[in-house]
């Protein structure tokens, strides 16, 4: 069964901190890792595709890694305004489709 | 911008109520989706059309009944529900349904049952 597990649940940081979040799969043949933002009450924002092991991917304070086994968001300088929970999501052939398995997400509140 | 637009954005509802969902996205994509969310939870897939046909239900009941008019018109029908089904919404959209496609999600459309 495939398994996705963020971590950690919660972070918290000062503006200028720079940190980042995990996100640890259990897949056979990843066939994509999708990194999303959600802010309350919204719906989930669209960062990030990586398709295989060595790939990275860059949007502003934001750059995304990816290993056979994680994955892992790093996030430079935040400012206030990156506060929000961060989803990461896998597509493998044991789902239909591109269907996404989402891991449980990282809060993530940035101090001024 | 989100370009998958949900309406209402808030709707309270009664037990015995009638109400819909509604969702649009103009980007030409054809698989289009409904998600639920419970606070602190991710997305958990509900409904999946692809060329306007479901191609797959996750085995959710019968009060919740989606209709795809058109290709870029997707609804989710309520009739009875129940407080627990209290949820934010969304509607999503990809290219295809194939591997690698993105699914973009829309705003969510906040439901409270009472």
């Known amino acids: 069964e495939d398994q996705v597990t963020q971590s950690p649940e919660a972070l918290r940081l000062q503006e200028g901190e720079s940190s980042s979040l995990n996100c640890s799969y259990t897949v056979s043949g990843l066939r994509g890792l999708f990194w999303y933002r959600q802010d309350p009450g919204k719906g989930p924002e669209f960062l990030f595709t990586?398709?295989?092991a060595g790939e990275e991917k860059e949007k502003e304070r934001l750059k995304a890694t990816l290993t056979k086994k994680e994955s892992f968001l790093h996030i430079t300088a935040p400012k206030p305004e990156d506060s929000a929970t961060y989803l990461c999501a896998v597509q493998a052939p044991s789902n239909a489709g591109n269907m996404l398995t989402f891991g449980g997400g990282t809060r993530l509140m940035v101090k001024p | 911008d989100t370009e998958v637009t949900q309406t209402p954005k808030h709707l309270v509802m009664g037990m015995t109520n009638k109400k819909s969902l509604k969702c649009e996205q103009h980007?030409?994509?054809?698989?289009m989706y409904w998600y639920k969310q419970k606070a602190k939870k991710p997305p958990e897939l509900m409904f999946v059309y692809s060329y306007e046909k479901l191609s797959i239900n996750e085995s959710v009941p019968s009060r919740f009944s989606p209709e795809c008019p058109n290709s870029s018109l997707l609804n989710l029908h309520l009739h009875a529900l129940q407080p627990e089904d209290s949820a934010l919404y969304l509607c999503?959209?990809?290219?295809?349904?194939?591997?690698?496609?993105?699914?973009?999600f829309g705003e969510g459309s906040w439901l409270t049952v009472v």
């Open positions: 990586l398709y295989s």
């Open positions: 999503a959209s990809s290219l295809g349904q194939g591997y690698g496609n993105t699914i973009y």
């Open positions: 980007m030409g994509h054809r698989a």
